[in-house]
């Protein structure tokens, strides 16, 4: 069992900044690639970034590329994502989400998720 416990969420102006945190319990945590998932009202959960187990590589969505950064400090079993120049469409509940094995984007291969932290950017 995982568990995942995301903070840092809440309102900011847009082209402000905000660094989201996960805390990871259970599995050991570097044997996990990590990723990030947001979900806006009305819409699908989407890809934001994922992480691989040792940190030394990482996918993000075209629509977060140069602006979010995502790492991991595996002795504090945490994940990050730093998010620069924030957009109001970046407005959504963000998540993380917990992988066995090889850097992903594909939700299915996430087996556990976070509760979510409001993200909500103001134009």
């Known amino acids: 069992q995982v568990q995942l416990v995301e903070s840092g969420g809440g309102l900011v102006q847009a082209g402000g900044s905000l660094r989201l945190s996960c805390a990871a319990s259970?599995?050991?945590?570097?044997?996990?690639?990590m990723g990030w998932f947001r979900q806006a009202p009305g819409k699908e959960r989407e890809f934001v970034a994922a992480?691989?187990?040792?940190?030394?590589?990482?996918y993000y969505s075209d629509s977060v590329k140069g602006r979010f950064t995502i790492s991991r400090d595996n002795a504090k079993n945490t994940v990050y994502l730093q998010m620069n120049s924030l957009k109001p469409e970046d407005t959504a509940v963000y998540y993380c989400?917990?992988?066995?094995?090889?850097?992903?984007?594909?939700?299915?291969?996430?087996?556990?998720w976070g509760q979510g932290t409001q993200v909500t950017i103001s134009s």
């Open positions: 992480i691989s187990w040792i940190g030394g590589s990482a």
């Open positions: 989400a917990s992988a066995r094995g090889a850097i992903t984007q594909v939700y299915h291969n996430y087996d556990y």
């Open positions: 259970g599995r050991p945590f570097s044997w996990s690639s």
